[in-house]
């Protein structure tokens, strides 16, 4: 029996998947606007990581100027930030973005 509840328990430590921390330089922007995003209404912070786009969670579009400015807003152009954070449920939660452009 002991020997089923250890391999049990293998198992099951084998097929939960951790989270796995991302940093890295990336394309941030709105998610509707520039990167093609309709599963929320409106204008949303979002990066694109591997050819993907992930709305952002822990940080707004408004955070960094005006999202509609024509030279840098969000909704006008694609910029790059150094992110720092994980994806979850199809979000990226960032604990960390720092522009580099």
């Keep these: 029996m002991r020997k089923v509840v250890i391999f049990s328990l293998l198992i099951f430590a084998s097929c939960t998947k951790d989270k796995t921390t991302i940093n890295q330089v990336a394309e ?15 204008c949303d912070l979002a990066v694109r990581i591997d050819e993907k786009a992930y709305f952002i969670e822990g ?11 024509k030279t840098s807003g969000f909704c006008e152009v694609v910029r790059k930030g150094e992110v720092i954070g994980s994806i979850e449920n199809n979000t990226f939660l960032a604990s960390s973005i720092k522009m580099v452009d």
Excluded: E, K
């Design 59 to 69: 940080f707004g579009i408004d955070d960094f100027g005006d999202a509609h400015n």
């Design 28 to 42: 941030l922007s709105c998610g509707q606007c520039q990167f093609g995003l309709d599963s929320q209404a409106g």
